[in-house]
């Protein structure tokens, strides 16, 4: 694998990052990963631009414009000839020593990828995943993608050890996303997820997904739904930069639905598929 650090392509080995890094002290930085379809980026630029917006919400400077970032994106990809996989980026505050406040403003950060071989899920997206509520026990800042990641850590191990594919953060009885993907309930008809407020991160996917929503005159409410609602949904699904549109066939082992995938939600992983630079799709 071919790295990027700090302005510079090397192998593992000519990687150096010192110990005072502060994501490695705090987990104070941000993160995206793209994804990589037929030796093609998928939404870069919106996944730039986020990864812009994370910085500056949390006052950090990236030495980087919106294109050149697309640019080394790029380059990994090429670099690490991938065809089908993923980028990706992390930028930290620096290394200094470990002092809760900011470094100095002379501390440049700390900009890091690579570029990595990721088949789609094919087997996920024909046949469904289960998933388990957790009780949302992260900050207040979930629009911000960064580099700390125990809540979601915590979820997920507690998700897999009871044999899912994802947690279902739920906060004060409200539904609001994924441990790392958004979720929408489908009943009636009508689209329904949680709003892109500071309670979750609003995913790439998940703007791609209700742009598809309007294309197809399918309705959607951007609304806040309860546990009790989620499990009365006619169709559930999870959405992200790797699982794409995946469904959720079962929750608590319970039952969505009938327990297959539905009819709207096979119609618009059939849209999303069609958004994609795919050569033959499948
Ligand atoms: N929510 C969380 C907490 C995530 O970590 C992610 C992605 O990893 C998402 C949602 C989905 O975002 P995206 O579709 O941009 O990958």
Known sequence: TIYF??????????????????????????????????????????????LLESASKVKMAVPYTEQQLIGI???????????????YMQVTRGA???????????VPPVVTGYAIVNPRPVLNLQEGVAAKTVEDIRW???????????????????AHEAGCVEAIFVRDGIVMEGSSSNMFGILNGIV????????ILNGITR???????????????????TLEEL??????IMTSTTAEVTPVITI?????????????????????????PLTVTG
């Open 192 to 199: 329904y997820t949680h709003p892109a407020t500071n309670l």
């Open 231 to 236: 499990y009365m949904m006619d169709e559930f």
């Open 73 to 87: 994106a790029e380059e990994l990809m090429k670099k690490n000839d991938i065809d089908t996989g993923h980028v």
């Open 5 to 50: 650090v700090d302005g510079q392509f090397t192998d593992k080995d000519g990687v150096r990052i010192s110990i005072d890094d502060r994501g490695y002290y705090f987990g104070d930085g941000v993160y995206e990963v793209v994804k990589v379809y037929n030796g093609e980026l998928f939404t870069a630029q919106e996944h730039m631009a986020r």
């Open 140 to 158: 207040l800042r979930c629009d911000i993608k960064s580099l700390n990641l125990l809540g979601n850590v915590m979820a997920k191990q507690e």
């Open 96 to 106: 200094s020593a470990r002092v809760h406040h900011f470094p100095d403003m002379n």
């Open 252 to 276: 608590d082992n319970k039952k969505i639905g009938s327990g297959v995938p539905g009819p709207i939600t096979k119609k618009l992983q059939e849209a999303f598929a069609k958004k994609l």
């Open 207 to 225: 703007q791609v997904v209700l742009e598809i929503c309007a294309e197809l005159d399918i309705p959607v409410l951007e609304k806040e739904f």
